[in-house]
């Protein structure tokens, strides 16, 4: 299987890899096939094949389709036995055996490999799939006794098990597997008479090894031949390793040929073709590509981990940046945008070809380009467009009835109409309030047009100093007096009151009783009236697209002809004008070489000629070297790129995948390609090389130049930026884990007790060690214990990196070696593993720790009685069986209850089979004597280890083990002169092709960036839009926020002013008559909110009648509750000299009283009690406006300590007297300001 998904990330990443447009017409001189694949394929075949013509074929009719049943849950297809027999199967291998051949056309030699014994580090890893295999068929089988309501027990669901294809005897030493051995020496010797100058060797099951991998053995044995200019190759395989195997052949021209899948998708045209949309030439593409554009583009949603640095990493491939500008973007998620001009405007082009496609940290980023002219449409003298008669006459008859009815109203009927329009559930909206402006401050102004029943107040999405409220009243009265009310002053500013947005309808609109929106029902006069117009519209568009087909190429779809005639405002001569400036490009792409010869004489502008069916994907190796080979080295100066050995840089990034997990070891923890991590690795390596050959240092590979053991000190830097995500990542990856096992483990335990009881997880708590105690039972277990497993992962995972390693350079070397662990380790412990390794001065004795003993593969049947599960038995001989029996020592290892692992998957597929590993060795020694004694001969004979055998002219020929078939045999007959050379098929990949890869970046730390020294000059597109705006606030608000801020506690008044409860505020000796003008809803608790309010909050009205004034005399007591006991450390009266020009009448004697029994405090009773503060003014400038030098404390004339306001509950505030020596002037007070 290799690395999980690599193929799809190779496709969809590196496009240009695949060569389908040559089926057909490629000349290789070796084949190689991967023979389990074609197996497994020709058992699941659902479709039936039109048939091969070709003289060379086994075959001449198509295989028939067998009855399949399917799983709606899962993606498993039982196969009937009864309709799947040796003949059809036969029959449907030759079948697909030909196809291969007859399109790759080998010259010299057709290996094939099947797959035999393998090591036993791919042994566990094929148990732990046959044993899911087996119980997933169970499952199936037991929904369908479900649905028959048939008795489900062991035995019916072994007779049901008994009817279906088992895939498990596609295994080394099954009877099955034999006869397809059989099968294909058929095959080989009735190819090997039509194709004389072929040479066909067959490496079948009897041989030990993977089928890929024997093939692997064969090319680095011959590769002094193989590797001479001109060799082709093509391997076939469904294995993504086959990738990594082909680039550590080091072979050119080499290719890999799989059954197609669709990967390559276009999201210009939504072509799933084999383009790109970076290169699709759709007409739709060519619009955008033939509009003007600006040279400057804003990129949005990057991660804030990047730096400037990084931007211009990712961007510098497409063309030199002039102007950058990096700032915060105001969103919930914290990412940044950024502002880019470059050169010109073909590599904004370059740019926005791929503009859905940009990731940083494997979120998506947004390109937005600005398209400054449409081309497209005839415009006059002064730049306006030029509309058509037709066009005008349609939008003039458009069915809007409210658009035709506004077209006959002047200007100020309209505005009339739409004040007195209904405003959809009471609610307006009001923008651009300073971020000081708190709730209180909305409540306290906003009440005066009536009771509000809700409102929220949000930071602006655009402006990061700017907030916006909606609020709702309760009556559609107090909504229409708040928006007739615009264009006032409010916090120091001008606002303006809009309406909430009508929801679209066809007509206008009724209000219910309770303010919200209905539509009426259109009359039928209106109905026809609406129908008759579209009716008129139609057939002036039907005309001109039918004059328009008139003048395209024959059958052009009417699609094509809609499109170009929008793109001319419907204007049938410039459509046509525009339809050759496209070179009659069509809706979809157009694939040349795809398509027939009529199909491309008779061009019809939709791009979308018959295409070939695609039999198999080629995938170019040489193409995906080319591709690398950019992507690593093109920052690189020419002149040092010649001290780089590109084979071993092959080799790092090999072994960098194996991070990744593969069959033979785990990935990582926060490793894997939907994460992201194969772009991390790349970017670091990338940076790494290019790090080396900017120094003095040789360049320092991370693979030595043996091939055979790892750098460490070279392996640490990519290890710690690995741990470095992983802390960012993992902790919250395994809270999840841990929650949905719990909830899992739970489900069942309350099934059966009251629904009442709700089970809680416990909390979790992260640390180093967490990971290992969960994922192997170690809760509770001292730490040196888990210390200790930690170690021995570390260790054996390195190990397994090198085994990994020398398997896909050198072959196998030791068939016993398995990792003996389900889980890999931390990546931040193998860093400090190998940390320690690389300490260690004796390099010799370090890479001892990691060389192997060579050892052979098990006996095959030994080997399928240790893959097999207890459902499968019936493949063994009879004399093995009784292995998976109760009373078997062996019995606890074919276990039906063992458990998955989704591993914070979230698909089954993925999922870690927590099977036991077995002791080989013990199991070995129990199955050997009835290996040597109890067999019989045919049961032997699949026990036997065979070799490779050649065809050569229908004569078979024994090869020995390992042989050198270039000097041995007469094999050198393969690869004389007279053969047919290959075809140089390689395309030649463009800057564009081989820039394509780059769009993917990863940064190397997962840390915000904090302080970056961005360029601070705006683009033309950046200065239009300045994200830390401020609210222009009059003088006078904001020198008293700048006031308050330096000088009070801002925060601790807000919370002041929040607690304040106007149901227990009141006011005596009040002038009612002054305050008349808030009273707008009629309500006492709206008019004191109103009032009162604004006196204590944090706007500075230009309004000079907003102030408290006593009647009668110089007397006064206002009275504040508040809802919960508040703290107070000070208190300041303004009585400026702008509001109160009569200076007599500035408050002289306060005093101040806390915690009263009752609340609301009158004459009658004030004498009676005693101050908790008495504020004697010497002057009526101590009452000034605010200043830096105004003390804000308690003033002169304190008589108590400030312990007195620690928890008030209410406050009462009495001016007794005034300046004036005149008893009846009347008291002003202007603001209040508690904190």
Same mark, same amino acid.
């Given at each position: ?11 969809e ?31 699941? %075949? ?14 001449t ?8 049943t ?8 039982l196969?009937?036995?009864?309709e ?10 030759f079948y ?16 094939i490999?099947?797959?035999g014994?393998?090591?036993r ?13 087996s ?20 035995d ?21 597997? *034999?006869?397809?051995?059989?099968w ?22 009897? #041989? ?22 001109g060799?082709s ?8 390793d ?24 276009c ?18 593409? %060519? ?44 969103t ?21 070809? =791929?503009?859905?496609?940009f990731?940083?940290n ?17 415009? +006059? ?22 658009k ?8 100020e ?11 959809? *559930?009471?609610?307006?909206f009001i923008?651009?309030?300073?971020s000081?402006?708190s ?15 809700s ?12 907030q ?30 809009? =309406? ?12 219910n ?17 609406k129908?008759k117009?579209?009716?008129?519209k139609?057939? !002036? ?49 157009? !694939?040349? +070489? ?29 193409s ?31 072994? @960098?995948?194996?991070? %990744? ?24 390596y990338? *940076?790494w090389?290019? +790090? ?11 693979v ?7 750098n ?10 690995l ?9 919250e ?11 899992? #483990? ?18 979790f708590k ?6 290992y =105690? ?20 570390c ?12 398997y ?9 070696w ?7 380790p ?10 320690r390794?690389?300490?260690?001065? &004796? ?15 098990l ?6 009685a ?17 292995i ?12 039906? &209850?063992?458990?998955?692992d ?7 597929w993925?999922?870690?089979?927590? %099977? ?10 129990? @199955?050997l ?20 055998i ?21 094999n ?8 047919i050379?290959c ?10 092709? @081989? ?8 940064? =190397? ?51 002041i ?58 007397? @006064? ?28 009448? #500035? ?31 010497s ?7 605010y200043?830096?030098?105004?003390p ?13 306001f ?30």
């Amino acid at each position: 299987m290799g690395i999980p998904s690599f193929y799809r990330w190779l496709i969809e990443n590196f496009p240009k890899v695949l060569e389908n447009n040559l089926n057909g017409e490629i000349k290789f001189n070796n084949l190689y096939i991967d023979m389990n694949g074609v197996v497994h394929n020709a058992i699941k %075949l659902d479709h039936s094949p039109t048939s091969s013509s070709s003289s060379s074929s086994t075959t001449t009719t198509p295989p028939t389709t067998p009855t399949t049943t399917y799983s709606k849950d899962k993606e498993v297809v039982l196969m009937l036995k009864s309709e799947l027999s040796d003949e059809k199967l036969k029959e449907r291998i030759f079948y697909r055996l030909d196809q291969m051949v007859n399109n790759v056309n080998p010259s010299s030699l057709l290996y094939i490999g099947v797959d035999g014994v393998p090591p036993r580090a791919k042994a566990i890893e094929q148990r732990k799939r046959r044993f899911k295999s087996s119980k997933e068929t169970v499952d199936v089988i037991i929904k369908q006794l479900k649905s028959k309501s048939k008795p489900i027990t062991r035995d019916s669901i072994i007779e049901q098990f008994s009817l279906i294809f088992d895939s498990n005897s596609i295994s080394p030493a099954t009877e099955f597997i *034999e006869k397809v051995d059989d099968w294909i020496k058929d095959y080989c010797k009735q190819l090997s008479l039509k194709r004389q100058n072929l040479s066909i060797i067959l490496s079948d099951s009897t #041989v030990p090894g993977e089928g890929e991998h024997k093939i692997m053995d064969y090319i680095r044995q011959n590769h002094p031949i193989l590797k001479k200019d001109g060799m082709s190759h093509c391997f076939y395989g469904m294995d993504a390793d086959l990738i990594f195997l082909g680039l550590e052949s080091h072979l050119s021209n080499f290719y890999i040929l799989r059954d197609p899948i669709s990967l390559i998708s276009c999201s210009t045209c939504k072509a799933n073709d084999d383009h790109s949309n970076y290169e699709c030439r759709s007409a739709i593409a %060519l619009k955008k590509q033939f509009q003007k554009k600006s040279t400057s583009v804003i990129v949005r949603g990057i991660p804030n981990q990047c730096s400037e640095n990084d931007i211009k990493q990712l961007f510098s491939y497409y063309g030199n940046i002039k102007i950058e500008k990096i700032e915060k973007s105001n969103t919930k998620n914290k990412t940044l945008n950024a502002y880019i001009e470059f050169e010109n405007e073909d590599i904004v082009n370059e740019v926005s070809t =791929r503009g859905s496609t940009f990731t940083i940290n494997n979120e998506r980023v947004s390109i937005h380009v600005e398209y400054l002219d449409d081309i497209f449409k005839p415009k +006059n003298e002064k730049g306006e467009i030029i509309k058509d008669e037709d066009e005008e006459l349609a939008e003039q008859e458009n069915p809007s009835t409210e658009k035709a009815n506004q077209q006959l109203l002047t200007a100020e009927e309209i505005a009339k109409k739409q004040k007195e329009e209904p405003i959809p *559930e009471n609610a307006v909206f009001i923008v651009g309030l300073d971020s000081a402006v708190s709730k209180f401050d909305i409540i306290t102004f906003f009440e005066k047009f009536g009771k509000i029943s809700s409102f929220q107040l949000s930071p602006s999405p655009r402006f990061n100093k700017q907030q916006f409220v909606m609020i709702k009243y309760e009556t559609q009265e107090s909504a229409r007096l708040a928006c007739k009310s615009t264009d006032i002053e409010f916090f120091g500013t001008i606002i303006t009151i809009k =309406r909430a947005q009508l929801p679209k309808t066809e007509s206008n609109t009724t209000i219910n009783s309770n303010g919200s929106s209905k539509t009426p029902p259109l009359t039928e006069e209106e109905k026809q009236a609406k129908e008759k117009v579209k009716e008129k519209k139609r057939i !002036i568009k039907d005309s001109k697209i039918q004059q328009v087909l008139a003048k395209f190429d024959p059958n052009t779809p009417k699609d094509v002809a809609i499109f170009y005639l929008g793109l001319s405002s419907w204007n049938v001569n410039r459509a046509f004008e525009n339809y050759l400036l496209f070179n009659k490009a069509g809706l979809e792409h157009t !694939i040349l +070489n795809n398509t027939t010869d009529n199909d491309n004489n008779n061009s019809n502008g939709s791009g979308s000629g018959k295409k070939k069916k695609i039999l198999f994907d080629y995938v170019n190796i040489d193409s995906f070297r080319t591709y690398l080979e950019y992507y690593f080295f093109e920052k690189i100066e020419k002149s040092k790129r010649e001290k780089i050995n590109f084979n071993r840089v092959i080799n790092d990034f090999t072994v @960098l995948c194996f991070y %990744l997990g593969n069959d033979f070891l785990p990935h990582l923890p926060s490793v894997g390609i939907q994460s992201g991590s194969i772009e991390l690795i790349m970017c670091w390596y990338r *940076e790494w090389i290019q +790090n080396c050959l900017n120094g003095d240092d040789d360049i320092k590979y991370i693979v030595n130049e043996q091939s055979t053991h790892l750098n460490f000190e070279n392996c640490l830097p990519l290890l710690e930026s690995l741990a470095d995500w992983e802390s960012s990542l993992y902790p919250e990856n395994l809270e999840k884990q841990v929650k949905k096992d719990f909830i899992k #483990v739970n489900k069942n335990s309350t099934s059966n007790e009251s629904s009442s009881i709700v089970m809680v997880p416990p909390e979790f708590k992260y640390d180093d060690l967490l990971y290992y =105690r969960v994922k192997f039972d170690l809760i509770g277990k001292p730490d040196d214990q888990v210390k200790k497993l930690v170690d021995d992962m570390c260790y054996q995972y390195t190990l397994g990196l090198h085994w990994v390693l020398r398997y896909y350079v050198s072959g196998c070397q030791a068939w016993d070696w398995y990792y003996p662990y389900h889980y890999a380790p931390l990546a931040k412990d193998l860093l400090n593993y190998q940390k320690r390794l690389s300490k260690i001065q &004796d390099r010799e004795m370090v890479n001892n720790q990691f060389n192997f003993k060579l050892s052979s593969p098990l006996p095959p049947l030994i080997h399928l009685a240790s893959v097999l599960p207890r459902n499968s038995v019936a493949f063994l001989p009879d004399s093995m069986k009784h292995i998976v029996n109760e009373n078997s020592p062996f019995t606890a290892s074919y276990r039906d &209850d063992y458990k998955y692992d989704f591993n914070g998957e979230n698909v089954a597929w993925k999922a870690i089979v927590l %099977l036991d590993f077995m002791d080989i060795e013990k199991f070995k020694e129990y @199955l050997l004597p009835i290996v040597n004694n109890e067999l019989t001969d045919n049961e032997k004979k699949r026990n036997l280890i065979g070799n490779d055998i050649k065809f050569k002219n229908g004569e078979i020929i024994q090869l020995s083990p390992l042989c050198n078939n270039t000097t041995t045999n007469n094999n050198n007959n393969n690869y004389e002169e007279k053969e047919i050379p290959c075809i140089n098929i390689t395309k030649n990949l463009s800057i564009k092709d @081989l820039s394509y890869p780059t769009r993917n970046y990863f940064t =190397r730390s997962s840390h915000p960036v904090i302080d970056s020294n961005y360029i601070s000059i705006p683009t033309q597109q950046a200065s239009t839009v300045d994200h830390n705006q401020l609210v222009p606030l009059t003088k006078e608000q904001a020198d008293f926020l700048q006031w308050r801020k330096s000088k009070t506690g801002f925060n601790q008044s807000l919370e002041i002013l929040q607690s304040i409860d106007f149901s227990k505020c009141g006011c005596v000796n009040i002038d009612k008559k002054q305050i008349s003008q808030f009273s707008g809803s009629g309500a006492a608790t709206a008019t004191i909110t109103c009032w009162l309010g604004r006196v204590l909050n944090n706007e500075i009205s230009s309004d000079s009648t907003i102030f408290i004034q006593s009647i009668d005399d110089s007397q @006064l007591i206002i009275n504040i509750g508040f809802k919960q006991a508040v703290k107070l450390t000070s208190i300041k009266f303004v009585s400026s000299s702008n509001r109160v020009p009569d200076r007599d009448s #500035v408050p002289k004697v306060i005093k101040i009283y806390t915690n009263n029994d009752q609340p609301n405090i009158d004459f009658s009773v004030i004498e009676s009690l005693t101050p908790k503060c008495t504020i004697e003014f010497s002057s009526p400038s101590e009452l000034e406006s605010y200043s830096s030098s105004t003390p804000f404390s308690f003033a002169s004339g304190t008589t108590t300590t400030n312990t007195n306001f620690k928890s008030v509950n209410n406050l009462t505030i009495f001016i007794e007297s005034n300046f004036s020596k005149n008893q009846d002037k009347v008291s002003i007070i202007e603001k209040i300001i508690l904190s």
